[in-house]
């Protein structure tokens, strides 16, 4: 039985057996090897090196079995840098040499005369950092991020902009005292600062773990002689389908203390916080603390409000706590801060004086102190809890035009008083917002048959949704989002209902790539969207629909070319929605390298999203309301079609999401996108009865279809691009993104078993040479390998691995039967990103075989919510996401 055949058979089992391990038993039977042993054993060690130096046996208080852990005291071997101009082979530089002058100019006009971030820094890229853990707080108003050791470590408070410090004073004490006498006190930290000396640091990190499964994650500490044994619990609420709870900037802290001790304790925990984020604003003066105590249904919540009065983007953290609170209103944290820590160690109380502190003097910082005790009974277990909530009701960002409001003030209103009620809510609520997390993810967790790595792989990335720079904002009462132009005219209603009931949605291309909503990244990212809170997802395309109907004629340089061009252009879905640090929505496209315009791929990859979007919602309205806006971009793209073929041609340079690998001629990337959109516009005209349509891009499709068979198909896969280059033939992880959004669809399983054979031997190319050929076959799939075996140097993106489209590409595989090759080929990406490169809560665009990585904690490996997608398909009928 030849390959094809098998593969069929494969997926035809799969399709009738509802399980994955009778998927797996398919393989068997059809006659499939596995993977060699050896190979199989490297994966499976990988994960216990991460905790190879936990000393303990204590497991913790309801620790998950799936996730990301890792030992207190592990060290990460490699040590990777980031990509810089040194990386680039001298063929690129002589290519690239007038990009970077222009870019150097560009560079010195932006930072030194304007004073502003630009979107890309080429010239500081991010260090690595291994030590980030899940980040705290709901969608869109602001991140703090825990990482995995305990530090505050990177803030998010400012729309979009990140400060990446950690606050050396923000931390959780433990006090153990046995009737009048103090037992034991620590700082729960393995740092050793120069600061706060008299503080007790350093706690082995041999007696400690840390356990990860966003949107939770829990910190085990054993304290050493003590017979103690503490777990923090975090836990903050992202709860998919939920657009209220969702949106709430907070955390909750709950610590579990178990005593096996033969007599009772009494404990505190001492919860300290700096008014700040370790910028140098927290000197500028101005800032003060006070006390507050809330009661509101029998419920009492006391705590510390830590008021940041900056000019611009000011706000409130609030630390509160529930049971037997105490606070220090002011402290300083400068020095060795022994006078705070003595007061603890004395009697396990804090002096809780009632009134507020002054405002801090120009140079000086304050912070605060909130304990919460209890009593824990011999053998017996108790809880304390604290939360942390941030209050910017109204931010501003690069410029001042119309501060937008964030979506939690439609509950809590923009005063800047919220704290204290968002504090009182969280930790009177949390526990609901547990039982709506697991009801979510135990079906995943408990599925036998998915492995461990992929569990907490699928959960973890999701991360970004909330730290990815996000927004979540009310729409303005008068907004209109397509510029005046209505639905009978081409545009679209001034205020789609579902942009004003459920607001604006905006997540960063990444940390280091400063633009909101890049499209063509979106493409990948807008799985985790569309199946967990489809209205945002929704949202996000109401208001690139009402982009594309705009114009924005100023001209301006584009780095690449040296050519300028308008800002926007009427009938073309723009790359991006803005900069945080201009305005954006207003001002859209700010990524500037290459004219976005003639790019071949965002209008093909708005259509797919609208007929997907539908496919999973069935939402008519949408569909009827984005139809004209298809047909516009459409008609726009129609023009790459120089010889009339039905087919689109790129222009000879890197004119789509690889803007770094040129392209010429009709290519299996954008050519494969472009019959897949053909295809989608046939299916949504016979929705819409448009019959005139409907034939227009049925002779389309017949005709490029036949044209891409011609000009690509090599008999094996299908080539890069049709140039006749000596590189043009290099097998592109990525050809089969087209058929790939059409399965996510409910389509493309159609009886054509010549394209369906096609798609499969292309695959099963790809993983042949892209994934098993590259990294020991450890690493997931390069973008680019020759038939040879080799990746292809040609561009700086060619020989690089690119996590999002690896989860994509993995998703395919699983649409087509290839269950084990995809799991396989993701794999490779979570182990190397996660457990090897120590990137956890910062997974990069991309990685190189050795050495390098680019651009850190990135949008496009949230795709890895199409592998769930596949999955889901596998045993029961896509269900409705509405």
Known sequence: MDSWSRCRQIHKRILSSGSYVAAENARRAA????????????????NIQLMAGYRSTETGFRVPKDGWRICLAHEFKEKRKPFQAKDVSLSNIVEHIGLGVRYLKWWYKKTQVEKKAPFIDMFRALPLKQIYGVPLGGIGGGTITRGWKGEFCRWQLNPGMYHYKTVIADQFTVCLRRGDQTL???????????????????????????????????????????????????????????????SLPVAVFEWHIENKNDYALDVSIMFTMVNGSGHKDDKSGGHWNEPFHLEKEGERVSGVLLHHCTPVNPYTLCMAAREQVIHQTAFNPEGTC?????????????????????????????????????????????????????????????????????????YYGTKGDAGPSISHYALTHYKEWEKMIEEWQTPILQNSSLPSWYKSALFNELYFVADGGTVWVELPEDSDISGGLRSKDGGLPGQPHIVKEYGRFAYLEGQEYRMYNTYDVHFYASFA?????????????YDIAGSVVQHDPTERLNLMSGHCSPVKTRNVVPHDIGDPDDEPWLRVNAYMIHDTADWKDLNLKFVL??????????????????????????????????????????????????????????????????????????????????????????????RGSEAFDKLLWNGNYYNYDSSGRSL???????????????????????????????????LQTVFRL????????????VNGMRPEGMPDRSSVQSDEVWVGVVYGLAATMIHEGMLKEGLHTAEGCYRTVWEHLGMAFQTPEAYSEKGIYRSLAYMRPLSIWAMQLALDNLSTPTQTMG
């Open 31 to 46: 006659g499939m090897r596995d993977l060699p042993w050896h190979k199989q054993k490297i994966t499976i060690c990988s």
């Open 184 to 246: 034991y006190q620590q700082v729960l930290s393995t740092d050793r600062p120069h600061t706060l000396q008299g503080w007790n640091w350093g706690f082995c990190g041999e007696y400690a773990f840390y356990h990860a499964l966003y949107p939770r994650a829990w910190s085990v500490y054993q304290l050493p002689g003590q017979n103690v044994t503490l777990t923090c619990r975090q836990v903050s609420p992202v709860i998919p389908h939920n657009y209220k709870d969702s």
């Open 338 to 410: 022994g006078a705070l820590w003595n007061d603890l160690i004395s009697d396990g109380t804090l002096g809780s004086p009632s009134g507020s502190s002054l405002p801090t003097r120009r140079g000086q910082r304050v912070a605060a102190a909130l304990a919460a005790g209890c009593s824990v009974p011999p053998h017996g277990h108790n809880s304390v809890e604290f939360s942390l909530a941030w209050d910017m009701p109204k931010m501003t960002f690069g410029f001042v035009y119309f501060p937008p409001v964030r979506r939690y003030t439609r």
């Open 529 to 541: 969207l569309i199946m967990l809170w489809p209205k945002l997802a929704l949202s996000l395309q």
């Open 609 to 702: 999203h609208v007929y997907r979007d539908y496919h999973l919602t069935q939402d008519t309205q949408y569909l009827k309301d984005m139809w004209p806006i298809c047909q516009a971009v459409m008609k726009t793209e129609m023009k790459f079609d120089k010889d009339g073929d039905g087919l689109i041609e790129n222009s000879g340079y890197a004119d789509q999401t690889y803007d770094g690998w040129s392209v010429t001629g009709p290519s299996a990337y954008c050519g494969g996108l472009w019959l897949a959109s053909v295809c989608v516009m046939c299916k949504m005209a016979r929705l819409l009865n448009s019959d005139s349509v409907y034939e227009y891009y049925q002779d389309v499709l017949k």
């Open 728 to 762: 043009s033939n290099s097998v592109m992880s990525d050809q089969c993104a087209g058929h790939w959004f059409l399965r996510a669809s409910g389509l493309g399983d159609d009886d054509d078993d010549e394209f369906q054979h096609k798609v499969c031997s292309a």
């Open 770 to 781: 892209n994934v098993m050929c590259f990294g020991d076959g450890q690493m997931g799939a």
